[in-house]
C-alpha cells in the first residue's frame, strides 16, 4: 500500500482522460499535470506536463515546461505553453491510433482546462491573476453523471374490453424470466453430443489476392483434427448467395475480403480446432486493384448494377424556381450489428441425407435452401430450428449462412454432430454490417424555407458481394425526402464494389442512411437563411393526401399530430430559450437542441416476402401449441403471436405454447425483417385460429356454460381436426422503378423525436440531456414491448449517429474487433430525462388489431442527437466568427465535434495533407 501526503500549499495537481465513450473506456489521450509556484506569487517555480497516447509512452512536454518556469500565470504563458506545445506534442500523421490531428488538438485544450482550473485556485488563496470570466467557468467544470428518469405513456385498453383479452395490455415479454435468471437456451447452450465436433474458420488475411497454395499438413497431424476441408470437398454447389449467387461457400482461386473463408478446421474439442486453424498455410499472389472506400469505388468506377434512380416532378423547373441553391455532401460510417450471442450453428446430420440445423438465425428458410444447395440434397431433407436468438439486428438475416453451410459441409462428411459458434473478433471481421453511405446533394429553396428541388446521389459501399445490398438501396431511396414533401426531386443511388466483407441487413435497412442526408441538407438550408430550424421541418412536413416521390398517397398521415405532441411535450421552445440563454453565458460548453420527424414504410421492397404462414394445434386438454414464420430475437414477437392468437380463441395466454420456429412446420417463410414480422405473421396466426375457432363454434353453441376444455374434447370426440394452418398475404403491393409506379409500402410508421444535448467545446464530449419521443405504433398490441423497442432502438440510434465507429487499415483489415476497440452505448449515454409517448387514438386499419410496425421506424429518432450536437457546434463556431452552414458526418463522435468547433487551439494543429503520409486508417 502506497500512501500519498497532501499537495504543499503553492502545488496544484491536476488529471484529465479523454477516450471514445465516458464509461469503461481507454483513454484517447490522457495527462497529468503539476506545476508549483513561487509563494504568494502566480510565478511558475516547477512545471511538468505528462501525455499519454502521444506516443508508444507516456511522454513529458519538458521543453514546454521549460519556457513556462519563471513566468506569471496568465493569458502570455498560455499563449507560450499552446504555441510551445503545438510544437512539441506531434505525431507522425500515420502513428498507429490514428486521430492524430484531433490528439494534437486535445494537448492544448488539456492544458488550457489545467491553466483555468489553477487560475481559479491562484484567485482562491488570494493571488492577484487575471479575472476570470463566468462564460469560461464551465470549462473547469468535472463531469458528474445523472441518474436517468424516464416517463412512458400509452393509451390504456378500451373501457369494457375483457379481462382475459390480452391484446394491447402491456404484459411481460414470455420469456423475461428465462432471460433475467439465465434459464434460456441458446443453440450453444445445447449439451454436446457425445461424438460432437467443432468447427474453426481458416480465413483470409489478404482483401484481394489469389490463393497460390494451401498447406494443411502441419493443422492435420495436431491433436484432436478430424478433417481440413476446402473448396473442393464441396459436395454440392460452392456458389451461394442469399439474393445472388456472386458468393463461395469456401474461396476458391481468390479471395476478396479479409475475413473471407477459405476452409474449416474439424477437431474434437475448440482450442483444438482453433489452434490448428492457425497452422493452416495459406500463400497468396496480392492482386489489383485494392478498392476499400466509395471514394475509391468512384474513382475507379466499380458499381454493381443496376443503378437505381427515383425522379418525379421537374428538377429543372425546380431549380430555376428556387431563390436559392446549396450543395454539399455527407458520410454515414457502417455500424457492427454487435448482438449478444455471436453467429452459431450446430449440426446434426440424419439418415438418407438428413441434416438437422440448429441455428441462430432470422431466415430459416433461406439457411434451408442454401445448406441444401451446398450438400446437393433437397431441401426436404434439411431441417432448420430456432428456438431464440441472443439479439439479430438485421445481421442474421442473411449473413448466418456463412456459417451454416460450412458447419452443415462437416456434419455431412464425418458424419457426426458439428457444432460453432464465432467469437467477437471474429464475427465481427466476417460478416459485415451496416452500410457505409456518401452523398452528394443539390437543393433548392425559396426564402421561407420550403423545398422545391433536391437532386441527391447516394453511394452505399456493398462489399465483396451483393448480399442484400440492391433492396437497401432501394429503401434509402424510397426515404430520400424523410418526411418532406418537394415537388421536383431524384435520387440515383450506386452501390460500390469493394474488397470489404459483404454489408449486409441492418435496423432500418437503408432507411436511416437515406434520411439522414435529408436532414443534414434541411438544417443548412435553416443555416443558409438563418431561421429557426424547427420552423423550415415544419413548413415542409406531408400533409394529409400528398403523394410521395414514388407517387403513393399518405392517407392516415400523423405526422403533424406527433410533431405538435413532441414540441409540447418537450417544452421545446422553453428549452430553446434556456438554451440560448445558457450559451450566451458559456464560451466552452454549448447546449444544442433539435427535432426532426420520421416517415418509416412497412413492407418487405422485395414483393415476394409480403407472405407468412402459421401452424396452430389444439390438444385434448385444451392446451395450445403455436408456431409460425417468425423468429424471436428478443424483441417480442412470440409474446404478441400468443395476445393474437388468445384473442381470436378466447383462451387464456397461459394455455398457448410456441416452441420454436421451425423448416418442417412452417415451410417457405420470411425472414423476420423488415419491421413486418408482426403484421404478417399475425394475419396468418389470426387465419388459424379463426378456422379452429368456427370448428368449435357448434360445440359453443351446444353447451354456452362449458368450458374451453369441454368445447376442445367434444370437438375431438365428435372427429373434428384440432390443427390448422393459417396464411397472410398483404394485398394491393407491388413497384416498378421503371415506370416509377405501383405501391411500395402498406402503410407507414411515424414519428418525432426532441433531443437536447451539452457539449464539452474543448474535448467534443457531450452528454444528452433530454429527450421525448412521440411514436404512432397505431393500436400498441403491446404497449410494454413496444415501448422497449422504441427506446432500444433509439439507444442504439445514438451508438450509430455519435459513438460507434468501424475502422479499417488501408490494406482492409479491420482495426476495431471487439468491446475494447469498438464502443456501443453505456448506461451514461442514455438521455438524463428520457420521455416516450406512443400517440393516442391512432389506429392502422392496414395491420393486425389495428396496430403498426415498430422495430425499425424509431432507430433514426437518435438523429435528433447528431443534429442537436451540430446546433451545439453552431453556437460554438460563432464565437469564432464562423457562420453558415456546416458539415457534421456521422458518427458524431468527440473527435469530429471537436473539430468541427474551430478555435484557436485548432488554429495551431492543422492536419496533414493528403497524400503527403500513409494513414493508419480509412474511412470507407
Known amino acids: 500500500m502506497v500512501y500519498y501526503g497532501m499537495s504543499p500549499q503553492w502545488q496544484f495537481v491536476s488529471a484529465f482522460k479523454q477516450s471514445p465513450r465516458r464509461e469503461d473506456d481507454i483513454s484517447i489521450v490522457t495527462t497529468a499535470m503539476n506545476v508549483t509556484f513561487t509563494p504568494g506569487t502566480s510565478v511558475v517555480k516547477e512545471l511538468k506536463l505528462s501525455y499519454g497516447g502521444m506516443g508508444p509512452t507516456t511522454v513529458l512536454a519538458e521543453a514546454t515546461a521549460s519556457k513556462l518556469v519563471g513566468r506569471l500565470w496568465g493569458e502570455e504563458l498560455l499563449e507560450v505553453a499552446c504555441s510551445s506545445l503545438a510544437e512539441e506534442m506531434t505525431l507522425d500523421p500515420s502513428a498507429p491510433g490514428g486521430m492524430v490531428t484531433y490528439r494534437r488538438t486535445l494537448t492544448l485544450s488539456l492544458f488550457y482546462k489545467f491553466y483555468l482550473t489553477v487560475l481559479q485556485k491562484l484567485a482562491a488563496e488570494g493571488v492577484s491573476v487575471e479575472a476570470l470570466g463566468s462564460d469560461r467557468l464551465s470549462a473547469t467544470e468535472l463531469y458528474h453523471s445523472e441518474t436517468p428518469t424516464s416517463v412512458q405513456l400509452y393509451q390504456d385498453v378500451p373501457e369494457g374490453q375483457r379481462r382475459e383479452d390480452v391484446v394491447g395490455r402491456p404484459i411481460m415479454h414470455l420469456s423475461a424470466l428465462q432471460q433475467a435468471t439465465g434459464e434460456a437456451v441458446y443453440v450453444d447452450d445445447i449439451p454436446l453430443y457425445q461424438n460432437e465436433l467443432y468447427v474453426a474458420l481458416v ?34 454447389s460452392n456458389i451461394t448467395g442469399p439474393a445472388f449467387l456472386d458468393e463461395t461457400v469456401l474461396a476458391q482461386d481468390t479471395v476478396t475480403c479479409v475475413g473471407h473463408i477459405i476452409g474449416v478446421v474439424v477437431a474434437d474439442t475448440q482450442l483444438h480446432a482453433q489452434r490448428a486453424a492457425r497452422a493452416v498455410k495459406v500463400s497468396y499472389q496480392d492482386l489489383s486493384p485494392l478498392i476499400l472506400t466509395i471514394q475509391e469505388a468512384i474513382a475507379a468506377q466499380s458499381f454493381y448494377q443496376p443503378i437505381r434512380t427515383l425522379q418525379r416532378g421537374n428538377l429543372e423547373e425546380g431549380f ?42 432470422q431466415s430459416t428458410a433461406k439457411t434451408q435452401s442454401l445448406v441444401a444447395l451446398a450438400l446437393g440434397v433437397p431441401a426436404s431433407r434439411v431441417v432448420v430450428r430456432v428456438k431464440r436468438m441472443g439479439g439479430g439486428f438485421g445481421g442474421k438475416e442473411s449473413r448466418s449462412t456463412l456459417l451454416s453451410t460450412v458447419v452443415a459441409l462437416s456434419a455431412q462428411r464425418l458424419r457426426r454432430p458439428v457444432r460453432c459458434q464465432l467469437d467477437r473478433d471474429q464475427d465481427m471481421v466476417a460478416t459485415g454490417g451496416r452500410h457505409p453511405f456518401y452523398a452528394r446533394y443539390k437543393v433548392g429553396f425559396q426564402k421561407s424555407g420550403k423545398v422545391l428541388a433536391l437532386d441527391v446521389s447516394y453511394y452505399g459501399n456493398a462489399g465483396n458481394s451483393m448480399d442484400l445490398s440492391l433492396s437497401i438501396m432501394e429503401r434509402a431511396l424510397f426515404h430520400m425526402e424523410n418526411s418532406y414533401s418537394i415537388p421536383h426531386i431524384r435520387g440515383r443511388g450506386f452501390l460500390c464494389k469493394t474488397h470489404l466483407p459483404s454489408n449486409t441487413a441492418f435496423r432500418g435497412f437503408g432507411g436511416p442512411q437515406g434520411m439522414l442526408v435529408t436532414e443534414s441538407w434541411m438544417s443548412d438550408v435553416a443555416l443558409e437563411l438563418g431561421l429557426p430550424a424547427e420552423k423550415v421541418r415544419r413548413v415542409n412536413l406531408y400533409q394529409q393526401g400528398e403523394l410521395t416521390p414514388y407517387g403513393q398517397v399518405l392517407d392516415r398521415l400523423t405526422l403533424d399530430r406527433c410533431w405538435d405532441q413532441c414540441l409540447q411535450r418537450s417544452q421545446y421552445h422553453q428549452r430553446r430559450e434556456a438554451l440560448d440563454q445558457y450559451n450566451s453565458q458559456n464560451r466552452w460548453t454549448k447546449r444544442g437542441l433539435a427535432i426532426i420527424p420520421t416517415k418509416f414504410g412497412i413492407s418487405f421492397t422485395a414483393l415476394f416476402l409480403n407472405q407468412a404462414g402459421a401452424l396452430v394445434h389444439i390438444y385434448t386438454d385444451g392446451s395450445v401449441l403455436l408456431t409460425h414464420g417468425g423468429t424471436e430475437m428478443g424483441q417480442g414477437l412470440h409474446t404478441k403471436m400468443v395476445q393474437v392468437a388468445s384473442r381470436v380463441l378466447g383462451v387464456a395466454s397461459s394455455q398457448i405454447h410456441v416452441s420454436e420456429t421451425s423448416t418442417s412446420t412452417v415451410p417457405n417463410t420470411s425472414p423476420t425483417a423488415a419491421s413486418a414480422s408482426s403484421d404478417l405473421n399475425g394475419a396468418a396466426v389470426k387465419n388459424a385460429c379463426e378456422v379452429l375457432r368456427k370448428r368449435l363454434d357448434p360445440y359453443r353453441t351446444q353447451n354456452p356454460k362449458g368450458s374451453w376444455e369441454d368445447w376442445v374434447k367434444a370437438a375431438y370426440f365428435n372427429r373434428v381436426n384440432l390443427s390448422a394452418n393459417g396464411f397472410y398475404k398483404t394485398p394491393d403491393l407491388g413497384y416498378d422503378f421503371e415506370t416509377n409506379s405501383g405501391r411500395p409500402f402498406n402503410y407507414f410508421s411515424y414519428g418525432v423525436a426532441c433531443s437536447e444535448v451539452e457539449v464539452d467545446c474543448l474535448t467534443g464530449s457531450h452528454k444528452n440531456l433530454h429527450t421525448t419521443i412521440v411514436m404512432d405504433v397505431g393500436n400498441s398490441l403491446n404497449p410494454a414491448i413496444d415501448i422497449g423497442q422504441v427506446e432500444g432502438g433509439f439507444l442504439q440510434g445514438v451508438g450509430l449517429f455519435t459513438l460507434e465507429e468501424l475502422r479499417y487499415s488501408p490494406q482492409g483489415a479491420l482495426l476495431t474487433q471487439g468491446p475494447g476497440t469498438y464502443k456501443i452505448p453505456a448506461f451514461g449515454d442514455i438521455p438524463s430525462q428520457l420521455v416516450v409517448s406512443l400517440l393516442r387514438d391512432a389506429p392502422n386499419d392496414k395491420a393486425v388489431y389495428s396496430s403498426k410496425a415498430v422495430g425499425e421506424p424509431p432507430l433514426f429518432l437518435a438523429a435528433s442527437v447528431l443534429l442537436a450536437l451540430k446546433d451545439a457546434v453552431v453556437g460554438a463556431r460563432s464565437e469564432a466568427g464562423l457562420s453558415g452552414p456546416c458539415r457534421l458526418d456521422s458518427p458524431a463522435t468527440p473527435e469530429r465535434v471537436r473539430l468541427a468547433c474551430q478555435d484557436r487551439f485548432t488554429a495551431l494543429c492543422p492536419p496533414a495533407e493528403p497524400g503527403t503520409f500513409h494513414p493508419w486508417d480509412v474511412r470507407v
Open 203 to 236: 480465413t483470409s488475411k489478404r482483401a484481394h489476392a489469389r490463393i497460390l497454395s494451401i498447406d494443411s499438413s502441419e493443422a492435420q497431424l495436431m491433436p484432436g483434427v478430424e478433417a481440413c476441408l476446402f473448396a473442393d470437398d464441396v459436395p454440392g
Open 320 to 361: 430555376q424556381l428556387a431563390d436559392h441553391i446549396l450543395e454539399g455532401e455527407v458520410h454515414m460510417g457502417g455500424q457492427e450489428h454487435f448482438y449478444l450471442e455471436t453467429h452459431v450453428t450446430l449440426a446434426v446430420p440424419g439418415e438418407d441425407g438428413e441434416m438437422e440445423l440448429f441455428v441462430s438465425t
